[in-house]
């Protein structure tokens, strides 16, 4: 089954009177295969964002349906979801979004190992180390706080803290937009090099075509909520 496919989805937001409901996404199908990277693009308010949001049901559909790994999450209760949630993750644009000012990043990255109950004591202490060094950070790096890093260094430990669980899907929403340019390459650089060793699939979202041409196997474009076109990059991207 593919690592996520999503039919017909359709989400409205409530907005503010009961007649002014924004429909942010229209009947969007995509799919994507174990291993893949997706690239999502399309102008700021296009749908991108709530297309990820609900491939992982931080959003519930308004219709359609989302499976991941062959199963259809649109009417797990939040109980039968739990035990998928290690299956799938989220990066988002600002990492202050996913770490906790209050928690060292050692505490961070442990977090998700420790909710899931699948490691303690001295093998989640090694895991975390490990996976600092997958994001080419220093071990002394776990005791610090997320405002004693640098942006780039926090976007690494979100990225490490979202892969602790080897999810087999990863929703990237903008994680480089915020960061400066040569930052910016550092991480990308960085986040294909996981993925190749890792093999997560993912939906790599963007409004900056050369990020998604870089690193994107697939290319979807939105456009007012709407998908208009779906394909191989080059063809996506480089058709003359
Ligand atoms: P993108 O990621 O492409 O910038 P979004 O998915 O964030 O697009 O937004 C799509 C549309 O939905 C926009 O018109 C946006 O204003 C609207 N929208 C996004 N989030 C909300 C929300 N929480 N409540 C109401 N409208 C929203
Ligand atoms: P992006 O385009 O990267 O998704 P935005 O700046 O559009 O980011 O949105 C940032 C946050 O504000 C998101 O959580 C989004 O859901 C929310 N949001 C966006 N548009 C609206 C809106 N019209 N009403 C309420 N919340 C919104």
New binding site residues.
Partial sequence: APALEIKNLVLE?PGRGRKNK?RAVDDVSLTIERGEILGLVGE??SG???VG?CAIRLLDPTAGTVSVGGRDITKLSTKQLRPLRRYFSIVF?DPASTLDPKMTIGESIAEPLVLHKVLSGNALTSRVTELLDQVQLSGHYRNRYPHELSGGQRQRIAIARALALEPKLLIA??PT?ALDVSVQAKVLDLFLDLQQSLHFACLFISHDLAVVDLLADRVAVMRKGELVEVGERDQVLHAP
């Fill in positions: 937001y924004v700021s308010g991108k964002s709530t949001r644009q929403d903008e937009s």
